[in-house]
């Protein structure tokens, strides 16, 4: 039997206790120091998946980013709040010794199990060259790479039009968009999308600000994520943008787009902005 | 000195221990036999206010609807999760006997104190006709007045080109937007708006499957407001929309815009939609 893919390992829980799960945060997953949020709500999530029967998915996820998880060992303690027919709601906290990094409340259900029929919608797929037309994560340049190690654990193909920040010409659109997958492994089969990944898809490309000339970190103050299907397998496409930023804060609304071209995931995240760069 | 606006009056909450606050939840906010849940999130986030000391303005909320609120009493748990230098986060918990009816998470702040500057903006307030020409929540039929206690403790001026639901004629965009303010009651000053006000005009509006065809409820599953600036004196201005409807779950997104034209309030919930009616 094939090893479990990265992301699953990495993000994988294992009970302890009723209710408490241990989970230890990878540095294959960083940016700069502390451990992508996208990553850690995931691996929240699939402590919080493994205390609901029957409601295998998470619909929505909010995460609450308390201080910077690191590499290294973590706990996550989670609690049902209520157990209904189509959907169960949890909370859950992520904690490294005396820290708490993340507290977490979602509601869970099935979604093969919901109604179907008509989709309706106005939202519309990102427009993006191919993925060989795109910049590749692994074409950063090597000091980079060091300080993200998230760089070399997804495949990440960034449109052109949208990477100008990378050579000091950003778009001032406020929009990064591109291509996403988890990387093909030597022998092994893809490790196609699920609900899971959504929560990363939702946070995985670099902060919006950069594309409007504000270099630096962008931590994250709150992230929910609204898993709308089962993503089909293959390429997901990603948008990130932000429409406004003001007193040191901006919004960042991320669309998952599966291969098939349904919209997968929604994801709104309040984050501080940069220091704005000097002129 | 005058009485307090029945908005202060009617989500106001009275300490009865460590951390624990008890409130009356009334019908003069109920849709149908359920209070609002705009209004419920700012009765939990009033409480949460006083257990932050400098921290007074709710930057980002975000509640799970656990079950329907009803009018009556309740009790708002509130726990600090984290008190750092410029924002602290607390989880609150409203409950009515035995039933929890929503748990919330919230990051507060003090959004004088922020630092300002340049406001970066793509977004475009609602373009609405004056509030003498949009149609009135006081032009409601008494029968529906009678089934939404709301309706008259609010004062809301719908643009007369987003309400054809109401006659049979639903516009198929999935876009309510108006003007609301609190009523201005006989003698008083009038109540003008401020950040706890935004949490309910962010989930003031009808369903905005109305505006696709489907009349009745749709009860809200998760609701996150983000709080971006003070609001000026005067009517605010709300557009209410979807872009997604799949498997019997929509997003609503919501702006919330103050008289000066900014963008004050954000706010995204998912919701269950109606059954949508036969053709």
């Known amino acids: 039997m094939a090893d479990p893919h990265p992301f699953d390992a990495e993000t994988g829980v294992t009970p302890v206790a009723p209710g408490s799960y241990g989970a230890t945060l990878h540095d294959a997953w960083t940016i700069g120091s502390a451990v992508n949020g996208g990553v850690v709500l995931a691996t929240a999530a699939r402590a919080a998946a493994a205390e609901l029967d029957g409601h295998p998915h998470p619909l929505a996820v909010t995460g609450y980013y308390l201080s910077a998880a690191q590499p290294g060992p973590a706990t996550v303690s989670v609690e049902p709040l209520r157990r209904g027919g189509s959907v169960s709601t949890v909370m859950a906290s992520v904690r490294q010794g005396d820290e ?9 259900g099935d979604l093969d199990a ?38 070399t654990s997804i495949d990440l193909r960034l449109d052109p039009s949208t990477v100008g920040w990378a050579v000091g010409q950003p778009s001032g659109r406020g929009m990064i968009q591109g291509w996403f997958r988890l990387p093909v492994t030597d022998g092994a ?56 930023v003001a007193d040191g804060m901006m919004e960042e609304d991320a669309e998952v787009w599966d291969s098939a071209g349904r919209l997968v995931a929604q994801g709104r995240q309040l984050a501080r902005t940069p220091r704005r760069r000097p002129a």
Request: aromatic fraction near 4%; glycine fraction near 6%.
């Open 100 to 108: 708490e990094r993340l507290r977490v409340l979602a509601t869970y």
């Open 189 to 244: 089969a893809p490790r196609e999308p699920d609900p899971l990944l959504l929560l990363l898809a939702a946070d995985a490309l670099p902060p919006v600000s950069f594309d409007l000339g504000m270099p630096g970190w962008a931590p994250t103050l709150e992230l929910t994520v609204h898993v709308r299907a089962q993503p089909v397998p293959g390429w997901l496409r990603l948008r990130h943008a932000t429409r406004n």
């Open 114 to 151: 919901l109604p179907g029929g008509e989709v309706l919608t106005t939202a519309t797929p990102p427009d993006l060259p191919p993925p060989e037309d795109c910049v590749p994560s692994s074409a950063a340049p090597p000091e980079l790479v060091g300080r993200v190690g998230l760089l």
